[in-house]
């Protein structure tokens, strides 16, 4: 890893360009933060330089602040290890200093690199720059000025929309905005960015302090309104997250007192946050997330991914549909396989229904709408089998069924082609009992709606292969998940956690609480719902296959609730039939369905574990309250 360092070449035209160097993103480490201090100090003393260009090496301006001095912050709850810059450094040495200074911004600037940038005079970004204050993904806010100088940019309401969805914007919108001064191609960055340096020194420019601008902000009634209306979108979607409302509070004290103040409590309130829970929890996630694509003997052996441009999904269900979906809109070609053509069509459908609902959400234009169903043939055999790169097997969790696919499929398709199922429980071994190929056997386990949820578990036997772990991995990544390569057991990771949870709640329910009061307290807790209305979600066909996996692997250790196959008896499969637990209508929230009672009490009876047939409440209160919390 090369070191980070900050280096400063001044040219004959009097312009000092100062370089961060810290490969991969140009994190602001702290010999980055203590280097920009160094050679600003220098270009202030030397009478040659008459104004500074700020850039990044390597096409990247900066990724944020060192993300790896927050943990160690954490270790030792020592915050002298967070540099106290954003007056001394951001203010004093670069907005308030005598010469001017322009940002050259290329490939991101987040975080703390793009405050670096706002305390500039001027922002010259090359096209497609990523732009954006992600800090309250990771628990904080912005700390150096962000929350002060973006609103003064952009206006308080993108600010606001920007730091509190963490959402990055490119330079060409930076620049309609009013956060970019001009966009020119990277070829073109550093000499503009020189010459609109040189213009402010000789007033062909405005040298733009935007810590002092006011007239992004309207009137103080107008932004205390609309900081009003943000408090309660926040209340209400992310009512355990403290560094909204502090997000919020810090932006306000700058609006009423004034850019200055705004810093000063910003300061006070980033280090408060930087050792909350929430904050230790999201930055422990990031390098998590990260961690997961490093595999031993997988993605350090020197291996190349292979080409994966033509996959068949075997099965159009809710998961089929879902993961034809993910890999159509990341220009993966898909032959979609059903039994009959009633089955294709309603697959196709589906896959067409959630394409519309991305573009609906602006997650996707109509031209790559239009491109990606055009990457979807449907059919009902094996013939465009030849030339797949992978099969995803997606159909219902029976294994005499998906050992006889893998059989059928290990002939047709070719010797290289990667054989995955989606199983989300079934131990791969089992699966691919009766086939000779076990180093092509992989789980490619998606989680509903597949073509949303980021989480894929990459699921190896001990005789998968690297290269089949490493290919997975890679389609993982370009269909924009997050692949996570986990050994084939009854549940993998996520299910061998998530049934003791689900026992939990079903064995309670039979015990005579109240089903829906278990829901409340879950999602009060908060998860985004209670096991009960997950429940709805992903169907009873699932739940009923998932348990009898478990109650066979782990004989008399499970508790076998009567209450699912009861209500797939009364017709009942959660939303996808519109009748669970709860009532689905269109546009409104789900409500608890008062007619599903009568079938709990069967349940209760048939489970027969009330002790006595009485409810004791006062010890399932106190129960059930350590259990869920
Ligand atoms: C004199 C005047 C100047 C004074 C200057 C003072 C400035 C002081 C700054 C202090 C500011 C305090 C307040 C600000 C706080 C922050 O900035 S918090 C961080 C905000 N930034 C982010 O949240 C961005 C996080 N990173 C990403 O989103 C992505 O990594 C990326 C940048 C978009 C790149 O993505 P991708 O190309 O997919 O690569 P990754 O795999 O994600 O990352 C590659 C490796 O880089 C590591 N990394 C990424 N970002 C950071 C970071 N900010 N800090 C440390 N390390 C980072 C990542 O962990 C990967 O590492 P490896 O796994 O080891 O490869």
């Known amino acids: 890893m090369s070191k980070a360092e900050v280096t400063m070449e001044v040219g004959n035209d009097g312009v000092a360009v100062i370089t961060m160097s810290n490969p991969p993103v140009n994190a602001l480490a702290l010999a980055i933060i203590a280097g920009l201090k160094e050679k600003y100090a220098e270009a202030m003393r030397r009478n040659d330089v008459k104004a500074i260009v700020v850039t990044g090496k390597g096409g990247r301006f900066s990724g944020g602040f060192d993300i790896n001095v927050f943990q160690k912050v954490h270790k030792t709850a020592d915050l002298s290890h967070l540099p106290d810059a954003s007056i001394d450094l951001l203010v004093n040495t670069v907005e308030d200093a005598k010469k001017p200074s322009v940002a050259a911004v290329e490939g991101l600037a987040l975080g703390g690199g793009l405050e670096v940038a706002l305390a500039c005079h001027a922002r010259i970004a090359a096209p497609k720059t990523q732009l954006g204050l992600p800090e309250l993904s990771l628990g904080v806010i912005p700390g150096f000025g962000g929350t002060q100088r973006l609103p003064r940019l952009v206006g308080l309401s993108k600010a606001v929309e920007m730091m509190r969805l963490s959402k990055s914007i490119s330079s060409e919108e930076g620049y309609k905005l009013g956060l970019v001064d001009a966009v020119v191609s990277s070829e073109e960055l550093l000499k503009v960015s020189r010459r609109w340096a040189l213009d402010i020194v000789n007033k062909r420019k405005p040298w733009v302090r935007s810590l002092h601008q006011t007239d992004k902000l309207g009137s103080v009634s107008e932004a205390l309104e609309i900081l009003k209306i943000s408090r309660q979108q926040a209340k209400k979607t992310v009512p355990h997250l403290p560094q909204h409302q502090a997000c919020l509070d810090v932006i306000e004290e700058g609006i009423v007192h004034g850019g200055y103040s705004g810093l000063l409590k910003e300061t006070k309130v980033f280090n408060e946050l930087v050792l909350s829970d929430t904050a230790k929890g999201l930055?422990?996630?990031f390098f998590a997330q990260r961690a997961t694509s490093k595999v031993p003997n997988v993605t350090d052996i020197g291996l190349k991914p292979r080409n994966v441009k033509k996959v068949a999904v075997i099965g159009g269900g809710l998961?089929?549909?879902?993961?034809?979906?993910?890999?159509?809109?990341?220009?993966i070609y898909v032959v979609l396989k059903e039994v009959n053509s009633e089955y294709l069509l309603k697959g196709i459908k589906t896959i067409e229904a959630n394409v519309r609902g991305l573009v609906t959400k602006g997650k996707l234009t109509q031209d790559k709408a239009r491109k990606a169903l055009?990457?979807?043939?449907?059919?009902l055999d094996y013939s465009e089998f030849k030339d797949v790169d992978m099969v995803i097997e997606a159909v219902i969790e029976n294994i005499p069924l998906k050992q006889k696919i893998f059989s059928e499929i290990e002939k047709i398709c070719s010797p290289h082609c990667i054989l995955a199922t989606n199983t989300s429980t079934i131990d791969l071994n089992l699966v691919g009992e009766k086939i000779s190929s076990q180093d092509r056997i992989i789980g490619a386990h998606f989680f509903s709606p597949a073509h949303v949820m980021p989480l894929l578990e990459v699921v190896r036997t001990e005789k998968t292969s690297a290269q089949v772990i490493l290919d997975l991995m890679t389609v993982g990544k370009a269909i924009k998940k997050i692949p996570v390569v986990v050994r084939s057991c009854t549940g993998f990771a996520v299910n061998r956690t998530f049934f003791p949870y689900a026992q939990g709640?079903?064995?309670?329910?039979?015990l005579g609480v109240d089903l829906f009061r278990i829901d409340?307290?879950?999602?009060?807790f908060g998860l985004p719902m209670g096991p009960f209305q997950l429940q709805d979600l992903s169907g009873y066909g699932v739940a009923e296959a998932v348990g009898k996996e478990f109650a066979t692997a782990f004989q008399g250790r499970t508790f076998e609730s009567p209450l699912v196959n009861l209500l797939l008896k009364n017709g009942r499969n959660g939303k996808q039939n519109g009748r669970g637990y709860?009532?689905?209508?269109?546009?409104?929230?789900?409500?608890?369905?008062?007619?599903v009672l009568p079938i709990i009490e069967e349940s209760r009876r048939l489970a027969n574990i009330m002790p006595g047939g009485k409810v004791l409440i006062s010890a399932i209160k106190g129960g059930f309250i350590a259990f869920c919390i």
């Open 283 to 285: 930055i422990h996630v």
């Open 582 to 595: 709860y009532i689905y209508e269109k546009g409104s929230k789900p409500r608890p369905d008062p007619s």
């Open 374 to 379: 055009s990457m979807l043939k449907g059919v």
């Open 319 to 331: 998961m089929g549909s879902g993961i034809a979906t993910a890999l159509i809109i990341s220009n």
């Open 520 to 524: 409340r307290v879950i999602s009060n």
């Open 505 to 510: 709640a079903h064995f309670l329910v039979n």
